[in-house]
Each structure stands twice: as structure tokens, then as C-alpha cells.
């Protein structure tokens, strides 16, 4: 099972990060993507870290506002998200998968979804 959490509400321009655990397993072996979506709108990937090694890979429309990284010690996967705007509004889900890296960034290589956590960004 995974967890996410750290949602929440924020003004635009204001930062949060949000955490994603996994109950009775490990993430080694997997990558770990985080997607978002908004209503009405399909889900979207944002990020994704490789565990064994960290690769990171990022939406281009989001990088460098929104970092990824994950602790080791304690099985958590970060994803930081900066300079929030409105359209950053959405569900927030972590899934893991083991996606190659042309399909890192599609939501039909991962194959076990966190319930997601709500980010409200207020203009």
C-alpha cells in the first residue's frame, strides 16, 4: 500500500512537500512516480526517481519548480513543489512501477497507486 501526504491549501507562490510511504513492502527495485490530476483533466505525470541509483526524471513543463527525491533510511519519496501557482491545483498520487526510461513518464507503467492527496494552490 502506498501513502501519500503533505497535502493541503497554499497560496500561490508558496511551497509544500509531499511524502509517499509504502506499508509492508520496500520500494528497492522500483521506480516511483509521482502524477497529478485536476478535475476534468487526465493525470498527468510530474516526476519520478529510480530507487536503486536515484535517477530523477521531471515533466519538462515543471521542472525546476517541483524536485524529487527520496531518503533512504526511511522509504520515503519527497516531492518538493515550489513558486505554487493556481493550475498546480489537483490530486497528488504516487505509484510505483518499473517503468524504462522512454515510459518513465506514463501512468500505465506503474502498477500500484497511492489514494492521493488533494493540493489546493489559492490565487
Known amino acids: 500500500q502506498l501513502v501519500e501526504s503533505g497535502g493541503g491549501l497554499v497560496q500561490a507562490g508558496g511551497s509544500l512537500r509531499l511524502s509517499c510511504t509504502a506499508s509492508?513492502?520496500?520500494?528497492?527495485?522500483?521506480?516511483i512516480g509521482w502524477f497529478r490530476q485536476a478535475p476534468g483533466s487526465e493525470r498527468e505525470f510530474v516526476a519520478a526517481?529510480?530507487?536503486?541509483?536515484?535517477?530523477?526524471y521531471y515533466s519538462d513543463s515543471l521542472r525546476g519548480r517541483f524536485s524529487i527525491s527520496r531518503d533512504i533510511a526511511k522509504e520515503i519519496v519527497w516531492l518538493q513543489m515550489s513558486s505554487l501557482k493556481p493550475e498546480d491545483t489537483a490530486v497528488y498520487y504516487c505509484?510505483?512501477?518499473?517503468?524504462?526510461?522512454?515510459?518513465?513518464?506514463?501512468?500505465?507503467?506503474?502498477?500500484?497507486w497511492g489514494q492521493g492527496t488533494l493540493v489546493t494552490v489559492s490565487s
Open positions: 505509484a510505483t512501477g518499473k517503468p524504462i526510461q522512454s515510459t518513465v513518464s506514463l501512468k500505465d507503467s506503474y502498477y500500484q
Open positions: 509492508g513492502r520496500t520500494f528497492s527495485g522500483y521506480s
Open positions: 526517481i529510480r530507487w536503486n541509483g536515484g535517477n530523477r
